[in-house]
């Protein structure tokens, strides 16, 4: 089976504009969860959320920037640091095959912000003021489509719409692409950008959001007693991926491998997930056989944890399945309590944060847990822990509305010295 590695890696998110500021802040158990200022929150009950640390329009001209969703932004901030990171050039500079480089960029719900706001120039002053941009900026496909113009991919351009799932998804669809044959380097991930009135009205009378208004930062708290929701957040984390033997060619620098993915549905509920998890187990199942590996290969879970009530303990019950008597030794942890939850983007976001615990051999706290739910049968990490030595493999997890599960399975082989190519 081929060797996929990832080569490069690009983050803007309530952390840091840059992956290394992102992982900075997810070792230091940072909370990038802040209380809205825009007029409009003071009216609805949650008026809490994660903005990225730093805004787009500071990496991208202010013309085109003015032709992108918020999204797309946010998307091309992360690709652009992604692709340089990976060592690779842009227009003639770039020299890879483009017949042969791909682009997989998942979202949950797309351009809500361009759709939104041109509804209201819509209804304010009338049809000739609507942008001629509109529907390629709120297009859920605009995130991909505007990174593979950035580099010319010709393999094929994709764009997994599976609700919190998507960007683990983009993952596993990048990989199939590799594996099958189609491209030798693809790039994937995930993007989101809905902090608005809203969707987060929506969410609130779903009963899905913290009301922690007075204490922001301590408002996302994953297997804590005392949660009451997730806390809303925006961002973007591309990854450059490529076959082994591609890497190795050129030099690369190697940040690990991908070495399995598994996919599969609830068909249990909308919105809630199975209580007995068997969808959520079944992706972690089939992530460790494609990997080939065994649960007691699996050193630690990067979880979905979004810091609902019953989320969090029907993932904590699908752990126990998938790993068996070994999920007592897997150090677990939820980076969602410091980020928020980037529905679209957190599975990338937490994959780069799984790589990077098994790289440099630590895996970021939860943090806010003040008093942890009892039984749970994982060994969930309150503080950074330090993992062995030797051959590290963990698992990540998505979870989305509509049932949509997928388990990443990410080990530290193929790691090459830490220099830019």
Known sequence: MTTVVITGFGATTPLGGDAPSTWEGLLTGRSGVRLLTEEWA??????????????????????????????????????????????????????????????????????????????????????RRVSPFTIPMLMANAPAANIGLKIGARAGIHTPVSACASSNEAISLGVDMIRLGRADVVMVGGAEAVIH??????????????????????????????????????????????????????GARIYGTIAGAGISAD??????????????????????????????????????????????????????AALGDHASNVVVNGTKSMTGHLLGGAGALETFATVMALRERKVPATINVESLEPDLGI???????????????????????????????????????DTTP
């Open 197 to 250: 009135p809203l969707p987060i009205a929506a969410f609130g009378n779903m009963h899905a959001l913290s009301r922690r208004n007075d204490e922001p930062a301590r408002a996302s708290r994953p297997w804590d007693t005392d949660r009451d929701g997730f806390v809303l957040g925006e961002g973007a984390v591309l990854m450059v991926i490529e076959t082994l033997e591609h890497a190795l060619a050129r």
């Open 379 to 417: 060994d969930v990490a309150t503080t950074v822990r330090e993992l062995p030595a030797g051959d590290l493999a963990a698992i990540n997890n998505s979870f989305g509305f509509g049932g949509h599960n997928v388990a990443i399975v990410v080990t530290n082989e193929n790691i090459t010295a």
């Open 267 to 320: 068909s249990h509920d909308m919105v809630q997930p199975d209580p007995a998890g068997y969808g959520q187990t079944l992706a972690m199942k089939r992530a460790l056989a494609e990997a080939r590996l065994l649960p007691s290969d699996i050193n630690h879970v990067n979880a979905h944890a979004t810091s609902t009530p019953q989320g969090d303990l029907t993932e904590a019950s699908s752990i126990r």
């Open 42 to 127: 003071a009216e609805i009950p949650t008026r809490i959320a994660a903005h990225v640390a730093v805004e787009p329009s500071e990496s991208i001209d202010r013309v085109e920037a003015r032709r992108l969703d918020r999204s797309s932004q946010l998307a091309l901030v992360a690709g652009m640091e992604a692709w340089s990171d990976a060592g690779f050039g842009l227009g003639e500079e770039n020299t890879l095959d483009r017949d042969r480089l791909g682009v997989v960029c998942g979202t949950g719900i797309g351009g809500l912000h361009s759709l939104l706001g041109q509804w209201d120039v819509y209804n304010d002053k009338g049809h």
